[in-house]
């Protein structure tokens, strides 16, 4: 099953234009393909840092400030090169609810926090617990992933001034239709051939480019109108201003921000530690959890003082980003700083570019991001794996990503547990007058009554032996099982020998009092012990 998976996994990131270039050596040519990989990225991430700040409720050069800071130290501090980071829309559909009651003041503050939390993460080197996250939940992310991007792009094909924020993100508003909408999808279908072509014919310029930059020059050239750029704000503006967040600094201003602080923390740590991963299977690199927490940590902090809403990995510009040929942290430096560039000088040919482009970049983005091989192996994983895939998958698309990645793991682990739970049994061997219980399978909370239903004290003869070779004691209610076994043979006038616990298990009984022993008369499984029921005491023997 796990096979099947990885498999899935990976031929789902083998395409052509993914290949592994870490081993490529560093020269004129990859520094190129670096830099024009980081002006595709910018491109991309100037209409989603501006809607993901009206879905948050502040001013378009927040969110565009955002993911310049987030980006650029990210890019040269973060875990994974390659990656890429900025606003994001999974933070500021939480960021709106504290920005409708309290003041953008109050979201400074409260990213700045958010930041020194994920900085502890990092220091404490909590980053590690993403291994627990298993493979079908990361199927589930990717492909809830890629429907949420596809749907984020649905409010393009609206006409521009008439989708408004209700307070829980961007609604309403009117429908392209008749002439507009044709030629909208038609720009986004050419974009989309372009993209598709462009690497058959030349990889001198990464393909999602080219696309923005042949529909960009057409749409100018021949005055169509089209949704462009400018149409949802203006990008003008001028270096992030250092600002300290204008709130009281007392306790009651701590209260408010925290709970905001601490579920922005974990949902941009956990979409960063995810996306991490996911880079990783496509550039063949391991390792860097804790160090990217810190990265995350310092660029928050950093745009809390610098008047931005602070940001995470971005699932959809870091598959951009690979597949337009970025691995180093010089695309991610370059996509940083061309934004800041349009920012500061280029917004007025910026505000030009059609939306219909960008869109289909995003689109493309979907089709190679959605694991498409997840679909075929449903049907041959177990079903417990097949159920999870498709929950975080719908999670992640009704609600967000933090949501689901916390559902799946505990339905991933409660299923783990009632596996392992059904697994305990006993091999019965009588001779002798006398009775083994050959116990297999882990002995736990799950599998605890189980273990005592395995036994007939009644019926049993007087010397009775639990040998534990083909089992395992994990946790407490494994050992209060062994004890109720024991009190119950004890209570009958019976003896009971209790063989090849292992060191660890040893040590567990012996930590919480159970046993009292020297282990030195079994040196091949560390111990062996006689249970008299005479006097009720533990003692080494065979």
């Given at each position: 099953?796990?096979?099947?998976?990885?498999?899935?996994?990976?031929?789902?990131?083998?395409?052509?234009?993914?290949?592994?270039?870490?081993?490529?050596?560093?020269?004129?040519?990859?520094?190129?393909?670096?830099?024009?990989?980081?002006?595709?990225?910018?491109?991309a991430l100037v209409p989603e840092a501006?809607?993901?700040?009206?879905?948050?409720?502040?001013?378009?050069?927040?969110?565009?400030?955002?993911?310049?800071?987030?980006?650029?130290?990210?890019?040269?501090?973060?875990?994974?090169?390659?990656?890429?980071?900025?606003?994001?829309?999974?933070?500021?559909?939480?960021?709106?609810?504290?920005?409708?009651?309290?003041?953008?003041?109050?979201?400074?503050?409260?990213?700045?926090?958010?930041?020194?939390?994920?900085?502890?993460?990092?220091?404490?080197?909590?980053?590690?617990?993403?291994?627990?996250?298993?493979?079908?939940?990361?199927?589930?992310?990717?492909?809830?992933?890629?429907?949420?991007?596809?749907?984020?792009?649905?409010?393009?094909?609206?006409?521009?001034?008439?989708?408004?924020?209700?307070?829980?993100?961007?609604?309403?508003?009117?429908?392209?239709?008749?002439?507009?909408?044709?030629?909208?999808?038609?720009?986004?279908?050419?974009?989309?051939?372009?993209?598709?072509?462009?690497?058959?014919?030349?990889?001198?310029?990464?393909?999602?480019?080219?696309?923005?930059?042949?529909?960009?020059?057409?749409?100018?050239?021949?005055?169509?109108?089209?949704?462009?750029?400018?149409?949802?704000?203006?990008?003008?503006?001028?270096?992030?201003?250092?600002?300290?967040?204008?709130?009281?600094?007392?306790?009651?201003?701590?209260?408010?921000?925290?709970?905001?602080?601490?579920?922005?923390?974990?949902?941009?740590?956990?979409?960063?530690?995810?996306?991490?991963?996911?880079?990783?299977?496509?550039?063949?690199?391991?390792?860097?959890?804790?160090?990217?927490?810190?990265?995350?940590?310092?660029?928050?902090?950093?745009?809390?003082?610098?008047?931005?809403?602070?940001?995470?990995?971005?699932?959809?510009?870091?598959?951009?980003?690979?597949?337009?040929?970025?691995?180093?942290?010089?695309?991610?430096?370059?996509?940083?700083?061309?934004?800041?560039?349009?920012?500061?000088?280029?917004?007025?040919?910026?505000?030009?570019?059609?939306?219909?482009?960008?869109?289909?970049?995003?689109?493309?983005?979907?089709?190679?991001?959605?694991?498409?091989?997840?679909?075929?192996?449903?049907?041959?994983?177990?079903?417990?794996?097949?159920?999870?895939?498709?929950?975080?998958?719908?999670?992640?698309?009704?609600?967000?990503?933090?949501?689901?990645?916390?559902?799946?793991?505990?339905?991933?682990?409660?299923?783990?547990?009632?596996?392992?739970?059904?697994?305990?049994?006993?091999?019965?061997?009588?001779?002798?007058?006398?009775?083994?219980?050959?116990?297999?399978?882990?002995?736990?909370?799950?599998?605890?009554?189980?273990?005592?239903?395995?036994?007939?004290?009644?019926?049993?003869?007087?010397?009775?032996?639990?040998?534990?070779?083909g089992s395992r004691v994990v946790d407490?209610?494994?050992?209060?099982?062994?004890?109720?076994?024991?009190?119950?043979?004890?209570?009958?006038?019976?003896?009971?020998?209790?063989?090849?616990?292992?060191?660890?298990?040893?040590?567990?009984?012996?930590?919480?009092?159970?046993?009292?022993?020297?282990?030195?008369?079994?040196?091949?499984?560390?111990?062996?012990?006689?249970?008299?029921?005479?006097?009720?005491?533990?003692?080494?023997?065979?």
């Amino acid at each position: 099953m796990k096979r099947a998976l990885m498999a899935a996994f990976a031929n789902r990131v083998a395409m052509p234009d993914l290949r592994v270039m870490q081993d490529e050596p560093f020269s004129m040519g990859r520094v190129r393909i670096e830099v024009l990989s980081g002006l595709t990225v910018a491109l991309a991430l100037v209409p989603e840092a501006v809607a993901f700040a009206f879905v948050a409720g502040v001013h378009p050069l927040v969110g565009l400030y955002a993911a310049f800071m987030v980006g650029l130290i990210t890019a040269v501090f973060g875990g994974r090169p390659g990656m890429i980071s900025g606003a994001t829309g999974a933070l500021a559909v939480v960021m709106v609810a504290l920005v409708a009651q309290h003041g953008v003041e109050y979201l400074f503050a409260t990213v700045v926090l958010m930041g020194i939390l994920q900085l502890i993460a990092g220091a404490m080197h909590w980053g590690k617990f993403i291994r627990l996250v298993p493979h079908p939940v990361m199927l589930g992310f990717v492909n809830g992933l890629a429907i949420v991007i596809f749907l984020a792009q649905m409010t393009q094909f609206k006409v521009p001034g008439t989708v408004v924020n209700t307070g829980h993100g961007m609604s309403g508003g009117e429908w392209l239709s008749g002439s507009a909408l044709f030629l909208m999808l038609s720009l986004v279908a050419m974009t989309m051939a372009i993209i598709w072509v462009m690497p058959r014919i030349t990889k001198f310029i990464p393909a999602p480019l080219a696309g923005i930059g042949i529909v960009a020059i057409l749409v100018i050239a021949l005055g169509l109108d089209v949704p462009r750029v400018g149409d949802l704000a203006s990008i003008k503006g001028g270096l992030p201003p250092f600002h300290i967040p204008q709130v009281p600094l007392n306790w009651a201003t701590f209260e408010i921000i925290l709970p905001y602080a601490v579920i922005l923390a974990a949902i941009g740590l956990i979409e960063s530690l995810l996306t991490l991963n996911l880079v990783g299977e496509i550039t063949g690199k391991r390792g860097g959890a804790s160090q990217e927490c810190l990265a995350q940590g310092a660029a928050n902090v950093a745009t809390g003082f610098f008047g931005g809403m602070g940001g995470c990995a971005m699932i959809g510009q870091s598959m951009i980003n690979v597949k337009s040929g970025g691995r180093t942290r010089i695309a991610g430096i370059a996509a940083a700083l061309f934004l800041l560039s349009f920012i500061l000088f280029a917004s007025p040919l910026i505000e030009q570019i059609p939306l219909a482009a960008l869109v289909g970049v995003m689109f493309m983005v979907v089709i190679g991001t959605f694991a498409w091989n997840s679909l075929t192996i449903l049907r041959r994983v177990p079903f417990n794996d097949a159920f999870v895939t498709i929950l975080v998958t719908i999670v992640t698309v009704a609600y967000d990503l933090a949501i689901a990645v916390v559902v799946g793991v505990i339905v991933s682990a409660l299923s783990y547990a009632w596996n392992n739970a059904r697994r305990i049994d006993a091999h019965i061997d009588e001779a002798d007058g006398e009775k083994v219980y050959r116990v297999q399978g882990p002995l736990f909370f799950g599998s605890a009554d189980g273990f005592a239903e395995l036994f007939s004290v009644a019926s049993d003869p007087d010397n009775v032996v639990v040998d534990f070779a083909g089992s395992r004691v994990v946790d407490q209610s494994a050992l209060q099982a062994i004890e109720a076994i024991a009190a119950k043979y004890e209570a009958a006038g019976k003896r009971l020998q209790l063989r090849h616990l292992s060191r660890d298990c040893h040590q567990l009984l012996t930590r919480a009092g159970h046993l009292m022993v020297d282990s030195d008369d079994d040196p091949d499984y560390e111990l062996a012990v006689d249970y008299e029921v005479r006097t009720g005491i533990l003692d080494s023997g065979h």
